[in-house]
């Protein structure tokens, strides 16, 4: 099964979440057949899920938090992070929930890997980490098989936002990008190969 790809450049994020749901909702409904790779760059904006608790903000008002319906606490999303949410059918491609969130992950550490930046997991902690700290994302909402929501890989994204709160409610664990280890980085191209490594592993 292949992977239709869409590419949003930059755009708001409730944009975003509107044309996510819009498809999301036609698969449920089985109007849709293909699966999607939606890719965006959004401005700046911080997501809270499931499990976000009021001490894992720091320094942010309520005017500049969106409440989404995915697994996860508080994040940040702005310029220089590639964003991609998968929209997918996971029962036609037999994946579990926990299967299909260790390639996302997946994806990630290999494009990391590709350009020569060590990456890895760490037991109990979902994303991807580096020795310099977190640099990939993962949050995800599964409804009737379809998912939506998905992934972020800090390329050189301004930390100082991360900042303000504590990132996915790790508390120890800082935040890195790939600027942090590369003089020389290009954003188009490991957008590239993120997207390869996702088409690789779905």
């Known amino acids: 099964m292949s992977l239709e790809i869409i590419d949003l450049l930059r755009k708001d994020y409730i944009f975003v979440l509107g044309y996510q749901l819009k498809i999301f909702h036609e698969k449920q409904l089985g109007f849709e057949d293909r699966d999607f790779l939606i890719l965006v760059e959004h ?3 911080y997501t809270c899920g499931k499990s976000t608790k009021k001490e894992h903000f720091k320094d942010i008002n309520q005017g500049e938090i969106i409440t989404i319906e995915r697994g996860g606490s ?42 020569g930046i060590e990456a890895f997991r760490v037991e109990g902690k979902r994303g991807v980490f580096t020795k310099k700290g ?31 709160i504590i990132p996915c409610g790790l508390d120890d664990t800082p935040i890195s990008n790939v600027s942090d280890f590369l003089d020389n980085h290009y954003f188009d191209d490991i957008k590239k190969l993120l997207i390869k490594h996702l088409q690789l592993e779905f």
């Open 134 to 164: 977190k640099i990939g994302f993962v949050g995800v909402r599964v409804s009737k098989g379809i998912t939506m929501h998905g992934i972020s890989l800090n390329v050189d994204v301004d930390k100082n936002f991360f900042n303000k």
């Open 74 to 115: 508080v994040t940040f999303h702005g310029l220089g992070q590639i964003v991609i949410y998968p929209i997918i059918d996971i029962h036609k491609r037999k994946l579990s929930v926990k299967r299909y969130i260790w390639k996302l992950e997946e994806s990630m550490i290999k494009t990391l890997t590709e350009i």
């Open 43 to 45: 401005f700046p904006v």
